[in-house]
T-cell receptor, first 117, second 110 residues
């Protein structure tokens, strides 16, 4: 299994500001994903963080709002830009359990709980 | 589009057996996962099915029928600590991208 560290674990932010969430994995992984879990709801995939190239965004999510970096195989960041109260959510980093694409379960970080006032 | 359905909530008694159902309609299928999520915590992996049939792992079993687009998670000898949300997720496309259902909130009572 992979150990995933996310920070911050929680934050309270002002409307219009931006916040960057960091995700560090204890081993090299091919696939890293960013999910959002809004209050009382399930997980929604924001994007796949690709090492060395631009992230792949899901429908409804755009790079200007959620820029992502993936400088190497163990680290990624997600920025939530120009925040509004609707962005209040838990943001989760996840990785595949093996370095082989298409195989293995996903492991999740503990999540970053953001509250936007 | 992707559509995954689960009951919103279920209640069961400590020591009993409970079955949580999941039906799905997705474009592509690479496998089905079950995750457990306690309140305020990250989801943790429970099971993975890619072929039809039953996979057993201790008190937890998961079943898959690909032709019916159907899975269930079976929890035996329920314990109070099993009170949690159970998420059904389907892997589609390349890269093991998961689409999650809305989750089933299970409450275990004495």
């Amino acid at each position: 299994s992979a150990v995933i560290s996310q920070k911050p674990s929680r934050d309270i932010c002002q409307r219009g500001t931006s916040l960057t969430i960091q995700c560090q994995v204890d081993s090299q992984v091919t696939m890293m994903f960013w999910y959002r879990q809004q209050p009382g709801q399930s997980l929604t995939l924001i994007a796949t963080a690709n090492q060395g190239s631009e992230a792949t965004y899901e429908s409804g999510f755009v790079i200007d709002k959620f820029p992502i970096s993936r400088p190497n195989l163990t680290f990624s960041t997600l920025t939530v830009s120009n925040m509004s109260p609707e962005d209040s959510s838990i943001y989760l980093c996840s990785v595949q359990g093996t370095v082989q694409p298409g195989a293995g379960e996903l492991f999740f970080g503990e999540g970053s709980r953001l509250t936007v006032l | 589009g992707q559509n995954i359905d689960q009951p919103t909530e279920m209640t069961a008694t400590e020591g009993a057996i409970v079955q949580i159902n999941c039906t799905y309609q997705t474009s592509g299928f690479n496998g089905l996962f079950w995750y457990q999520q306690h309140a305020g915590e990250a989801p943790t992996f429970l099971s993975y099915n890619v072929l039809d049939g039953l996979e057993e792992k201790g008190r937890f079993s998961s079943f898959l029928s690909r032709s019916k687009g159907y899975s269930y998670l079976l929890l035996k000898e329920l314990q109070m600590k099993d009170s949690a949300s159970y998420l059904c997720a389907v892997s589609t496309g390349g890269g093991n991208k998961l689409t999650f259902g809305t989750g089933t909130q299970l409450k275990v009572e004495l």
